[in-house]
C-alpha cells in the first residue's frame, strides 16, 4: 500500500503523475470564485456539489483516499457535513467500514458531543454522535482553508477518548492544514493543494 501523507511530507511520484490525480487537477483549475465578503470561495463539485459531479471525479477522490488508508485500523468513518458526506458514503461502500456523519444539528442523544467550529465565512456547530472511547475513527472531509473545523473536530475525538486513525481532505487549502499539524500529532493528508491568487485558483507542488 503507499502511503501519502500530504504534500507537506512529499507526495509518491506514481500518485502524482496517476491519471485520477490528474483528473482532479484539472477540474479545480477551472472552478469559478465567488466572494464572500473579503473571503474568496471557489465552487467545486467535490466541495460543493455544484457543478454536477461526475461518477468519475467522485471515483477519483473516493480510490486516490481508499488505496491509502489501511482499514484494518478503522473502526468508523467521520464524514464532516455537508460535503464530506459523498467521500465518506462512498468510501463506506468501498471499505464496508460504518459511517456516522458530523452534524450541524444536534439531536440530544446520549454521549452527544457539540464543537463549536468557525471557516473563514461562517460559524456554528457540528455534532458528533457514535463515537466511542478506544473507535479508531478515519477523518474525511472536502477543504480545510483556515483549518477551523477540522481542528476542534480532532480535539473533540481526543476527548472522547477515541483514536484519529487517519485523516484525509480532499483540498487543502493555504496554510490551514499547517496550523492544524503544529496542534497535535494527527495523520493529516490531502490530495492536492492549492492556494488562492484573488479569484483565481493556484495549484501548488
Known amino acids: 500500500m503507499v502511503g501519502i501523507n500530504s504534500f507537506a511530507s512529499g507526495i509518491h511520484t506514481e500518485s502524482m503523475t ?3 490525480f490528474e483528473i482532479i487537477r484539472r477540474s479545480i483549475i ?7 465578503g473579503e473571503y474568496p470561495y471557489f465552487i467545486h463539485p467535490l466541495s460543493d456539489g455544484v457543478p454536477s459531479q461526475s461518477a468519475e ?4 477522490a473516493r480510490d486516490l483516499i481508499y488505496e491509502n488508508v489501511d482499514w484494518s485500523n478503522v473502526d468508523i468513518i467521520l ?16 471499505s464496508g467500514k460504518p459511517l456516522v456523519v ?4 444536534g439531536y440530544g442523544l446520549p454521549g452527544e458531543t457539540a464543537i463549536d467550529q468557525s471557516t473563514g465565512y461562517s460559524k456554528g456547530a457540528i455534532y458528533l454522535n457514535d463515537i466511542n472511547e478506544g473507535d479508531r475513527v478515519f477523518v474525511v472531509d472536502d477543504v480545510v ?14 476527548r472522547i477518548g477515541a483514536i484519529v486513525a487517519d485523516c484525509w481532505i480532499v483540498f487543502e487549502k493555504g496554510e490551514g492544514m499547517n496550523f492544524v499539524r503544529t496542534q497535535g500529532d494527527w495523520p493529516l493528508n490531502s490530495l492536492v493543494r492549492i492556494q488562492m491568487n484573488g479569484n483565481q485558483v493556484v495549484l501548488l507542488e
Open 18 to 20: 496517476d491519471e485520477r
Open 30 to 36: 477551472d472552478a469559478p470564485v465567488i466572494m464572500k
Open 57 to 60: 471525479l467522485l471515483a477519483a
Open 79 to 94: 464524514g464532516i457535513e455537508a460535503m464530506g458526506i459523498p467521500l465518506a458514503a462512498a468510501l463506506c461502500l468501498k
Open 102 to 105: 458530523g452534524r450541524k444539528r
Open 145 to 158: 482553508s483556515t483549518g477551523g473545523t477540522l481542528l476542534p473536530i480532532l480535539k473533540a475525538i481526543d
